[in-house]
């Protein structure tokens, strides 16, 4: 899974209205070799969001979750000059090397206006679960397997 957050900032006073968030995706196989990520501990983050699935239908499927964790309309925001607005983003794939885009369709004072969110210049890549990774955690300047992590007081890995 992906997870960015989207900031808004208004120049002046304006309304704004986000429509129908659009997500472009290129699927191609994961390249071979080893997959590893290092997962981060804490408490689980219930965010409002736009909540991405790259497999559900033929093209990525965007849905608006409220902090209630149901499906909800995209807000409509008004915003005075200088206030900001952010938004999650949490985009999933269960297969693939996925590469894609966030196309954030806007309606500003009247206007449309479509606004891409890239990974600076780059499309942000998203791996499906299928990547047959394992996952590793950070333990004193090694990575460990989860299965072998050290727990207690015991010296005994």
Known sequence: MTKLQVTIQAKKDVSVVIENVRVR???TLI???????CPAGG???RARRFSVDLDEFR??????????DEIEAPPALTLAAGEIERF???VRASSGWNEWVLELPLLVEGRRVSVPIKDGRKRFVTVGDDHGGRELFRQDERWIPRDQLFHGDSTDP
């Open 25 to 27: 995706n290129r699927r």
């Open 31 to 37: 390249p071979k070799g080893v997959s590893v990520w």
């Open 43 to 45: 408490a689980e983050l």
């Open 59 to 68: 093209s990525p499927t965007v849905y608006f979750v409220g902090a209630n």
């Open 88 to 90: 999650h983003v949490w």
